[in-house]
Nanobody
């Protein structure tokens, strides 16, 4: 069973770059699809992007200029970076796994607050 665990700072200052890492166990990130999804307070889920087992990436058009997803296959981790954060980037961030673009297994999530 694939398990995912997000890690990273819970507080980021405006204009800085948010960086979160997802550590995967029970499966290899060299196969399937590995996503980042977030949920701002009181709002719905927002898909941010995905990295495939072959290393290809796709991003949400609304975030494309600020978001990147990379991976380190040696430690089975993938990383989200979101640049130039604003207060509106405050959210619960989740990493997720799927055999297609649709996520079927999620991490517990990590809360990120953007504040000066």
């Amino acid at each position: 069973q694939v398990q995912l665990q997000e890690s990273g700072p819970g507080l980021v200052k405006p204009s800085q770059t948010l960086s979160l890492t997802c550590t995967v166990s029970g499966g290899s990130i060299t196969t399937n699809y590995w996503s980042w999804i977030r949920q701002p307070p009181g709002k719905g889920l927002e898909w941010m992007g995905v990295i495939t087992g072959s290393g290809n990436t796709w991003y949400s058009p609304s975030l494309k200029s600020r978001v990147s997803i990379s991976r380190d296959t040696s430690v089975n981790q993938f990383t989200l970076r979101l640049s130039s954060v604003t207060l509106e980037d405050t959210a619960d961030y989740y990493c997720a796994y799927g055999t297609t673009f649709m996520a079927i297994s999620w991490g517990q999530g990590t809360q990120v607050t953007v504040s000066s």
